[in-house]
Structures are given as C-alpha cells and as structure tokens.
C-alpha cells in the first residue's frame, strides 16, 4: 500500500495551490479519502474529506468556500486545491485513506505547504 502526495510548495498569501495524492495497493473506490494537516506545535487536523462512492465532502470550517477534494477513481488519486491561502494554512498535508468496508487505514508521508510572503 502506498499514499504518496506531491505539489505542496511555497505560496504566497492569497495565492492557490493544489496538492495530489496518488494511490496504490489497495481498492482506492471503496475508501473514504481525507486530507489532514499538522502545523509545527499542533495536532493533527481533519481538512477535508470524499467519500467513497457518493463523493460526499465535508470540509473543515477554516477552510470551508477555500479548500476543494476531489477524487479520481480511474487514476486512484484524490486531490485537494487551496485557494485564497492565509499563513496559518502552513503545515504539512498528509493524505489519509479508510477502508468503508473494514476501517482500514493508511497515511500518506507527507507534503509541506507554506503559506509566506
């Protein structure tokens, strides 16, 4: 199983970014895929999440009219565009994939995102 995340980078304040997640090793339609982030000296936090099948999305409230998932079930890769970034966006984006079926979980390693000007 892998999660592998690319595109985080460094952005300007107000600027956008989209980050992407591809898949491997495992059935990626049947799994509920979520973006989560971690900011020096904080916990991890939900970002967003799709689900598997319907492509229901819940947002956090910091992000939520920002931030969009997105999922492509045919390439296995989800995808999570930010727009309008603040400085407190920074942190890295870890991509998270659970099993609807069994509750399976994996986590991807990681893509820093900074928001600075």
């Known amino acids: 199983v892998q999660l592998v995340e690319s595109g985080g980078g460094l952005v300007q304040p107000g600027g956008s970014l989209k980050v992407s997640c591809a898949a491997s090793?495992?059935?990626?339609?049947?799994?509920?895929m979520s973006w989560y982030r971690q900011a020096p000296g904080k916990t991890r936090e939900l970002v967003a999440s799709?689900?598997?099948?319907?492509?229901?999305?819940t947002y956090a409230d910091a992000v939520k009219g920002r931030f969009t998932i997105s999922r492509d079930n045919a390439k296995n890769t989800v995808y999570l565009q930010m727009n309008s970034l603040k400085p407190e966006d920074t942190a890295v984006y870890y991509c998270?994939?659970?099993?609807?079926?069994?509750?399976?979980?994996?986590w991807g390693q990681g893509t820093q995102v900074t928001v600075s000007s």
């Open positions: 799709i689900r598997s099948t319907t492509g229901i999305t």
């Open positions: 090793g495992f059935t990626f339609s049947t799994y509920v």
């Open positions: 998270r994939a659970t099993s609807a079926l069994n509750g399976f979980t994996y």
